[in-house]
């Protein structure tokens, strides 16, 4: 990936008091203090069953703001499958991005987007659900494709990048 197009990335996102790159090379959980998992999926470059979770990508959050709010996402992150702890699989952090900063509404959505129309797996997209009556979502903030077996985000542009709609009803 240029370093063009990550240094693009890196402008569109908030300061954070926790760095991406301290992340990375962690083995978590544990998460940092003040942060926590919103949510993952497994990512793999196998066909086998018993490789299905080698990988993954997520997103820490901070907690809520206050009483009854929504977690704020901090970072996407990747990881390569360490071990568990108990009943928890454990992740090496291999790459992480600042989450971008201001988009109420948005979400990741990964396993299901295409990049120029063509399905791929390996992709993530920070992508916004407003229309139920179409089928794929273009409105995206921000998205990369997991480069394995190093877990690296590739930067993609985001006008190549549309989702499956969840919500989308069908005619």
């Given at each position: 990936?240029?370093?063009?197009?990550?240094?693009?990335?890196?402008?569109?996102?908030?300061?954070?008091?926790?760095?991406?790159?301290?992340?990375?090379?962690?083995?978590?959980p544990p998460?940092?203090?003040?942060?926590?998992?919103?949510?993952?999926?497994?990512?793999?470059d196998s066909?086998?069953?018993?490789?299905?979770?080698?990988?993954?990508?997520?997103?820490?959050?901070?907690?809520?703001?206050?009483?009854?709010?929504?977690?704020?996402?901090?970072?996407?992150?990747?990881?390569?499958?360490?071990?568990?702890?108990?009943?928890?699989?454990?992740?090496?952090i291999t790459?992480?991005?600042?989450?971008?900063?201001?988009?109420?509404?948005?979400?990741?959505?990964?396993?299901?987007?295409?990049?120029?129309?063509?399905?791929?797996?390996?992709?993530?997209?920070?992508?916004?659900?407003?229309?139920?009556?179409?089928?794929?979502?273009?409105?995206?903030?921000?998205?990369?494709?997991?480069?394995?077996?190093?877990?690296?985000?590739?930067?993609?542009?985001?006008?190549?990048?549309?989702?499956?709609?969840?919500?989308?009803?069908?005619?």
């Amino acid at each position: 990936m240029g370093a063009t197009v990550r240094a693009w990335a890196m402008s569109m996102l908030a300061p954070l008091s926790v760095a991406a790159a301290d992340l990375v090379g962690k083995v978590m959980p544990p998460y940092p203090a003040g942060l926590d998992e919103l949510g993952g999926s497994c990512v793999s470059d196998s066909a086998d069953p018993a490789h299905v979770c080698d990988y993954s990508i997520g997103v820490l959050a901070a907690p809520a703001p206050g009483t009854g709010g929504e977690p704020v996402p901090r970072f996407v992150v990747a990881g390569q499958f360490a071990g568990r702890d108990g009943d928890r699989a454990q992740w090496r952090i291999t790459d992480a991005l600042p989450y971008p900063a201001g988009r109420s509404g948005y979400y990741l959505q990964f396993g299901t987007c295409r990049v120029n129309g063509r399905d791929d797996p390996r992709v993530a997209a920070i992508v916004r659900q407003h229309d139920t009556s179409t089928e794929w979502l273009e409105d995206v903030a921000w998205a990369g494709r997991l480069r394995l077996p190093d877990g690296r985000f590739d930067v993609l542009e985001a006008r190549t990048v549309d989702c499956v709609n969840e919500a989308y009803y069908g005619l």
